[in-house]
């Protein structure tokens, strides 16, 4: 049982440069997030999708965009890149039977030069 | 609206002494209340949830109990451990479909030997 995974687990990227995060759960859980985590702000949610079919913006959406590609998965792209958005990236799951409580994937170290 | 604060960190110990990080909310409703723990280079683990008033939850020798009176959950542990250095966040559950937990921004704990 893989539980989250992330896909890559670093990546450096140039200013404008474009890429996906992907994000994979085994769990069979409806709702999938995405946070990125930078010095002294905690998480942030980026997006999230309360289920297959439904995406919504968090505290932070500019310069991303989402794909819940099935109930598995949940793609978090940046179409050009900015400094701005070297950060820890993680993915998340979670299902109502457990009071929402989330299982996080291992992370995606971005960097953007 | 709905928010979490915890208090800053870092926190410095020594191993086998006491610690308590404290952790305030402010919701509507009955949310469910969760300390999750990030180890270096990890992503979050849940380490304890209560889900009701004074409910207490634990694991691993840490404890937090639900005081809707006070709108508190603070992390508590008697002797803490060098393993024990993490980032420890406190975070709400509305225990509504479509929604994210909100987290707290995290308080570092350093426990040297």
């Known amino acids: 049982n893989a539980g989250v995974t992330q896909t890559p687990k670093f990546q450096v990227l140039k200013t404008g440069q474009s890429m996906t995060l992907q994000c994979a759960q085994d769990m069979n859980h409806n709702s999938m997030y995405w946070y990125r985590q930078d010095p002294g702000m905690g998480l942030r949610l980026i997006y999230y999708?309360?289920?297959?079919?439904?995406?919504d913006k968090g505290e932070v959406p500019n310069g991303y965009n989402v794909s819940r590609l099935n109930k598995r998965e949940f793609s978090l792209r940046l179409e050009s890149a900015a400094p701005s958005q070297t950060s820890v990236y993680f993915c998340?799951?979670?299902?109502?039977?457990?009071?929402?409580?989330?299982?996080f994937g291992p992370g995606t170290r971005l960097t953007v030069t | 609206g709905d928010s979490v604060t915890q208090m800053e960190g870092p926190v410095t110990l020594s191993e086998e002494a006491c610690l308590t990080i404290n952790c305030t909310y402010t919701a509507t409703g009955y949310p469910s209340l969760f300390w999750y723990v990030q180890y270096p280079g990890e992503g979050l683990q849940l380490l304890l949830k209560a889900t009701k008033a004074d409910d207490k939850g634990s694991n691993k020798g840490f404890e937090a109990t639900y005081r809707k009176e006070t709108t508190s959950f603070h992390l508590e542990k008697g002797s803490v451990q060098v393993s024990d250095s993490a980032v420890y966040f406190c975070?709400?559950?509305?225990?509504?479909?479509?929604?994210?937990?909100?987290f707290g921004k995290g308080t570092t704990l350093s426990v040297s030997s």
């Open positions: 998340a799951s979670s299902t109502r039977g457990q009071n929402y409580e989330q299982y």
């Open positions: 975070a709400l559950g509305l225990n509504q479909a479509g929604t994210a937990l909100i």
């Open positions: 999708s309360a289920s297959e079919g439904t995406t």
